[in-house]
């Protein structure tokens, strides 16, 4: 019997969180759904203080989890730029979604003073700032650009997802994130971003949003779902190279 596919899940597990519960559950119904063997294992961002790869380079996959602000805010940003970097499936949500900001922000965008609100209100170059109107605990609706991966994984180009953050991209730094490689591929009424994606890496995709609160037994979200599969690819691969070095 092959080995399961192991997701590792960065972030400091709450086990009063119904946002962390959500997130174990949805890859239940992911691995029901699409018949897979799929394991996850959480990892506290403190422990890739000192390196993410020596922790992560055998997973399948990386879900960075909601819960910002984190124990460790320089474990979680190692662990996205080891994903985009390594090509390792990486899906972030919420707090993800905000942490990949800043790591592109800093690594890739070369703002090294990129910082977040919700750690420093008063840094000089905010990246992640509080929502004009925040959409915690609502269900709003989401416009998929056509064409974008993203949307290809929904099978459409609007959905309705639910929230649990009051930080997102801040408006000011959108146009020049998706020029540089971070796209926005979904937005808001109001055209602020809500996904993001890097289009030529096998999967890197973090939402504003819970996706893994619209998921059920036998209907797990897509962008779960369609995580999973490439992450499965990646284990399978793995294994291949593991074979040939025998």
Do not use: K
Request: with cysteine.
């Amino acid at each position: 019997m092959p080995e399961p596919v192991t997701i590792a899940i960065v972030g400091d597990r709450d086990p009063t969180s119904a946002a962390h519960l959500a997130t174990e559950a949805s890859l239940r119904h992911t691995a029901g759904a699409l018949g897979l063997r799929l394991a996850h294992r959480w990892v506290p961002t403190p422990a890739l203080a000192g390196g993410a790869e020596p922790v992560l380079g055998g997973d399948a996959g990386v879900w960075i989890a909601p819960g910002s602000p984190y124990a460790d805010m320089g474990g979680a940003l190692a662990a996205i730029r080891l994903a985009r970097e390594e090509g390792i499936p990486l899906l972030g949500t919420c707090g993800g979604f905000q942490h990949v900001v800043i790591e592109f922000a800093r690594n890739v965008l070369g703002f090294a003073d990129a910082q977040h609100a919700e750690y420093d209100p008063y840094a000089s170059t905010l990246f992640v700032t509080p929502l004009s109107c925040s959409p915690a605990g609502r269900t709003m609706p989401v416009r998929l650009e056509p064409g974008s991966r993203t949307a290809g994984w929904y099978g459409a180009t609007g959905a309705e997802e639910r929230y649990h953050c009051n930080f997102g991209l801040n408006p000011e730094h959108q146009a020049l994130l998706h020029r540089g490689g971070l796209r926005v591929v979904a937005t808001d009424a109001g055209g602020e971003a809500r996904v993001v994606e890097i289009p030529a890496h096998p999967f890197f995709v973090a939402t504003l949003y819970l996706p893994q609160a619209g998921s059920s037994a036998g209907r797990p979200h897509p962008l779960v779902a369609a995580f999973a599969r490439a992450a499965a690819e990646r284990a399978g691969r793995q294994a291949v190279q593991l074979s040939s070095a025998e």
